[in-house]
């Protein structure tokens, strides 16, 4: 399977913990995004990467959240402190490089914080 | 104003009908749309993608995309109940080298 690759799958933490999701994109793709989705709701972006740099990170995203990208590869999204509000489904998508490039999502972590 | 809206839905539909399902957008300057298909508790699925005005098919799909309107549409010809899961639209806000979504429409296909 080549498509993108998400873990845990499922997380389980108590508020005031931290937690680390890892991302594997599509080998080709050299442009990676992190997504928070709750319930009811659309996928909602969190930040970019265009190989190892980060791009773009969204006004939204607490200074809790932290994102990684080290060699232009794998990603790693690190919650620090959590809450009860970051629960959450996080989902992890690549693409090529150009605007409107369709982004292609892996079967994402689901966040549930007690 | 969101920058992408959707109707929520549910959308009901028997079998065999066309569903069609709308989006539309506030950046006049968007360039690239999608279509994405997630069932509950998965990821979403690309189902197409269209980038001129006028309709592309793929199958039983078929998107339509009206720029001048700022409206983009989603028709899924003879529907099946395995149809049923929620449609998200995605917009290329311009000027981002992200997608933006709707909150979709969820579908629902009776036999």
């Known amino acids: 399977d080549t498509g993108v690759s998400q873990d845990p799958r499922h997380k389980i933490t108590k508020r005031g913990q931290n937690v680390t999701f890892r991302c594997d994109p599509i080998s080709e793709h050299n442009r990676l995004y992190w997504y928070r989705q709750t319930l009811g709701q659309g996928p909602e972006f969190l930040t970019y990467?265009?190989?190892?740099?980060?791009?773009?990170k969204s006004r939204l995203l607490s200074d809790r959240f932290s994102a990684e990208r080290p060699k232009g590869s794998f990603s790693t999204l690190e919650i620090q402190r959590t809450e009860q509000g970051d629960s959450a489904m996080y989902l992890c998508?690549?693409?090529?490089?150009?605007?409107?490039?369709?982004?292609?999502f892996g079967n994402g972590t689901r966040l549930t914080v007690t | 104003q969101k920058e992408v809206e959707q109707n929520s839905g549910p959308l009901s539909v028997p079998e065999g009908a066309i569903a069609s399902l709308n989006c539309t957008y506030s950046d006049r300057g968007s360039q690239s749309f999608f279509w994405y298909r997630q069932y509950s508790g998965k990821s979403p699925e690309l189902i197409m993608f269209i980038y001129s005005n006028g309709d592309k098919e793929d199958g039983r799909f078929t998107a339509q995309l009206n720029k001048a309107s700022q409206y983009v549409s989603l028709l899924i010809r003879d529907s099946q109940p395995s149809d049923s899961a929620t449609y998200l639209c995605a917009v290329a806000i311009s000027g981002f080298q992200k997608l933006v979504f709707g909150t979709g429409t969820r579908l629902l296909v009776s036999p």
């Open positions: 998508a690549s693409s090529f490089t150009g605007v409107g490039s369709p982004l292609h």
């Open positions: 990467f265009q190989n190892e740099a980060q791009l773009e």
